[in-house]
């Protein structure tokens, strides 16, 4: 395996392993260590992957994990988003997020929720507010029906992209042509083969050089990294499901309604986990065309 390979999957165990326990006590040397590096190298490996060092990328990835918590889980105290995503108080809390979106928390909770029942209001799939089960008929073109039940574990093989979602250059098309390279080289491509597209960050909130997503192929058998694929494991976790058919530039506002619409109305609150696409039984055919496609939002248990 290439020097560079190497030390981008030891960066990606790295920011997996912070994503998940951004509640803990991390810092440098945990994360240093489970890269197995030395905390000088890291730092210095993880700062040439990302353009910012692991102190500032913990920071920011708590910030904007709050952001996300004050929108979109409104019975939630401000407080408690504070420890949830691993500030050790609301004054702290409160000085690094002015520092990093200009408003208190307070203020940016109440202008987002402002910014949510207009989405409401005017938003092409929300004529009516549904509660979790019902069917929506929101317009002559789409029956949304979302489902709320359990996702197990997934292995996968995947390929992170980095930079704007919604496939307008087809960024992220491109990214799961490889991946289907990749397999079909190994011998692992299936007809029934599924793919699943990890949304690690909301768009609205991080920086679009910032975001990422993880192409990912849903393994089979035990396949270990290489110079093109690293491995994680998406853990199982209770979703609310959305199945749609659309074009992958269309998705966005799915998820819109999903997170701004539903959301709001169905007696319950986002999950720390990354919110993710699944693409069942695929196959060698074009993972973007405009099939159907479950859009999974974990919630909390």
């Given at each position: 395996?290439?020097?560079?390979?190497?030390?981008?999957?030891?960066?990606?165990?790295?920011?997996?392993?912070?994503?998940?326990?951004?509640?803990?006590?991390?810092?440098?040397?945990?994360?240093?260590?489970?890269?197995?590096?030395?905390?000088?190298?890291?730092?210095?490996?993880?700062?040439?992957?990302?353009?910012?060092?692991?102190?500032?990328?913990?920071?920011?990835?708590?910030?904007?994990?709050?952001?996300?918590?004050?929108?979109?889980?409104?019975?939630?105290?401000?407080?408690?988003?504070?420890?949830?995503?691993?500030?050790?108080?609301?004054?702290?809390?409160?000085?690094?997020?002015?520092?990093?979106?200009?408003?208190?928390?307070?203020?940016?909770?109440?202008?987002?929720?402002?910014?949510?029942?207009?989405?409401?209001?005017?938003?092409?799939?929300?004529?009516?507010?549904?509660?979790?089960?019902?069917?929506?008929?929101?317009?002559?073109?789409?029956?949304?029906?979302?489902?709320?039940?359990?996702?197990?574990?997934?292995?996968?093989?995947?390929?992170?992209?980095?930079?704007?979602?919604?496939?307008?250059?087809?960024?992220?098309?491109?990214?799961?042509?490889?991946?289907?390279?990749?397999?079909?080289?190994?011998?692992?491509l299936r007809s029934?083969?599924?793919?699943?597209?990890?949304?690690?960050?909301?768009?609205?909130?991080?920086?679009?050089?910032?975001?990422?997503?993880?192409?990912?192929?849903?393994?089979?058998?035990?396949?270990?990294?290489?110079?093109?694929?690293?491995?994680?494991t998406i853990p199982?976790?209770?979703?609310?499901?959305?199945?749609?058919?659309?074009?992958?530039?269309?998705?966005?506002?799915?998820?819109?309604?999903?997170?701004?619409?539903?959301?709001?109305?169905?007696?319950?609150?986002?999950?720390?986990?990354?919110?993710?696409?699944?693409?069942?039984?695929?196959?060698?055919?074009?993972?973007?065309?405009?099939?159907?496609?479950?859009?999974?939002?974990?919630?909390?248990?």
């Amino acid at each position: 395996m290439h020097t560079v390979a190497a030390q981008r999957h030891r960066v990606n165990r790295a920011i997996n392993f912070a994503r998940s326990r951004v509640r803990d006590a991390l810092d440098l040397e945990s994360m240093a260590d489970v890269a197995c590096l030395s905390k000088y190298h890291f730092t210095r490996v993880f700062n040439a992957h990302l353009n910012e060092t692991p102190g500032q990328y913990l920071v920011r990835i708590r910030l904007e994990l709050a952001a996300r918590k004050l929108i979109y889980t409104q019975r939630t105290s401000m407080t408690q988003i504070a420890m949830d995503c691993g500030f050790s108080g609301s004054d702290t809390f409160s000085r690094a997020f002015r520092a990093r979106f200009g408003s208190a928390p307070r203020i940016f909770r109440t202008s987002n929720q402002w910014c949510l029942e207009t989405i409401k209001a005017t938003h092409p799939l929300s004529k009516e507010i549904h509660k979790p089960g019902e069917m929506v008929q929101p317009d002559a073109l789409s029956n949304l029906r979302v489902r709320i039940e359990p996702r197990p574990d997934y292995r996968v093989a995947y390929i992170r992209h980095v930079g704007p979602y919604g496939d307008i250059n087809n960024t992220i098309s491109d990214t799961f042509s490889a991946l289907q390279r990749w397999a079909a080289r190994r011998g692992i491509l299936r007809s029934d083969t599924s793919y699943i597209g990890l949304c690690t960050d909301n768009s609205s909130i991080t920086p679009a050089r910032h975001c990422t997503y993880d192409a990912c192929l849903v393994l089979e058998d035990d396949i270990p990294e290489d110079d093109i694929v690293s491995i994680q494991t998406i853990p199982a976790c209770i979703c609310a499901v959305l199945y749609v058919e659309c074009k992958p530039v269309q998705l966005n506002r799915y998820w819109t309604w999903l997170t701004s619409v539903w959301l709001p109305n169905g007696g319950t609150n986002l999950s720390f986990q990354p919110a993710y696409e699944r693409f069942e039984g695929v196959g060698e055919k074009n993972v973007a065309s405009d099939f159907g496609v479950e859009l999974c939002m974990p919630l909390e248990r």
